[in-house]
């Protein structure tokens, strides 16, 4: 058998693949979830009002406040309240709002859950340079709840479902962001 490196034996030359093998992980580009590098450049960002091509409005307030405290608790990025001043801002438009019924209540035949369905417009753009970060121009999120069968004990609780939405979108949206880079 011909061997390259005679004067060498197996134990050095295992010792050698595995320090390659580490050494080329260790500089592998992997990060901790959460602890993303910075985006380059960036240090805040502006969450403006989201556009709204809906007739409900309530979501449109709730997404941005749950975007900047999901910024703020995640991430080292500063929010800033005027757009002019970050150094990114982050833009939505809510595109469309939908509720479908899902169990009806056999007995007086009315809707007893029901699911929401929001599609919207995120992107996220480099105030000075003008160029793109992110962009999701078709993010779909979907949120169910229940509604009371009895009229005496009704209670609206789509407001509720669009806050706990706004905070699912809000996490994934950050995540997103942040863990691109």
Known sequence: MLRLFPHTDRRATLFAAIVLCLSLTASCGYHTAGKASQLPGIRTIAVPAFDNLTTRYRLTQWMPEALAREFLSRTRYQVEAAPEEADAVLRGAIISQQVSPLIFDPSSGRASM????????????????????????????????????????????SDAALERLSREVARSVVSRIVEDF
């Not at 417009?121 to 779909?140: H, P």
Request: charged share 40%; no cysteine; hydrophobic share 35%.
């Open 114 to 157: 029901v699911q929401l369905f929001v599609r919207m417009q995120i992107r996220l753009e480099d105030r000075r340079t003008g160029k793109m970060i992110y962009r999701n121009d078709n993010m779909e999120y979907r949120a169910r709840y229940e509604i009371a069968v009895d009229q005496r004990a009704y209670f609206d609780e």
